[in-house]
Structures are given as C-alpha cells and as structure tokens.
C-alpha cells in the first residue's frame, strides 16, 4: 500500500487531499445592515428539491461570516469558465475587501435583495432555515426561493489548487 494513504488524517495531509477534489466554484453573496458580502466557494451541495434546499459551508475566520449570519438570506452564483477574476476577488486573492470586491463583475439586486451576478451559469437566492457550527465553520442551510439561469456554457471549477474550465 502507498504509505500516503496509511497516513493518519491530519490537517496538511487533509487539505492536500481536498486539493485533489475537483469542485465547481461559486460566489456566496448577502446584503444585510453593513452592506454587501460575499466570499469564494466550493463547499456547495443539494440538499433536497422538494422543497429546493441547498448547504454551503463558510469558515468563520473570514470577515464577512458574520454578515452571513445576521443577514439570514444569501445568494450562491455559480461561475463561468470566464469568471475566474470574480472567483479571485471574492477568494481574497486581488486585495479587494468588502464593498470593492463587487467591483469585479456586473452584479444586480436578487428578488430577496441579496447581490447576484449578471452571467452567472445559475444564481440561487436562498432564505437561512438552518445554521450549524461545525469545527472551523458555520454550514448554513438555505431554501431556494428564486433562481436565475444564466446562458448555458462551461464552468469554472477548482482542483489542484489552481482554476480550470470545463
């Protein structure tokens, strides 16, 4: 057996092992009574279609987690294979904080007043139904209450650490 993989789950070898995972990358969003916030994801699952419901996990660390957690609605935008700045900005690598991260990309108001981005392969504006901190992170459940399709095409995804199309 490879002695990697008898290798007791610590946290380095974890990441890297997540690393290999590839995963579709979103964009979180909310609105609340400090503004807009958002953040770079790949933790994003379905949970259920009836009624449409879907988990996204945040890390607590980041600045706008708490935004996230008073807010109770938020939007996931799921990227274009072209949005890999957008996937940047809101990911902390472009030096952006806050408010200046919505610089990057064209982003309009959802029907729940969460911020949606324009081209976006799917938006999906959620109300908060369950909030649950786990280690690191909080994993918010939200109900789908409105979804915006954008135009068909390849996504952007993320694996190995690095971004790629597909």
Known sequence: MDSVTDAK????????????LASAVHVVTTKGEEGRAGFTATAVVS???????????????????AAFRASGVFAVN?????????????????????EQRFGVGEWHEGRLGVPCLAGALASFECRLVELRTIATH????????AIALGHEGPGLI????????L
């Open 9 to 20: 789950a610590e946290a380095g070898l974890y990441r890297e092992a997540m690393s290999r």
């Open 47 to 65: 949970v259920s279609d009836a009624p449409p419901t879907l988990l996204v996990c945040l890390n607590r660390s980041i600045r706008s987690a």
């Open 78 to 98: 799921t990227l274009r294979g072209d949005h890999e700045s957008v996937a940047q900005a809101f990911g902390g690598r472009l030096s952006l904080n806050g």
């Open 138 to 145: 909080d994993v918010l459940v939200g109900r789908v209450e």
């Open 158 to 165: 993320y694996v190995g650490r690095g971004f790629c199309v």
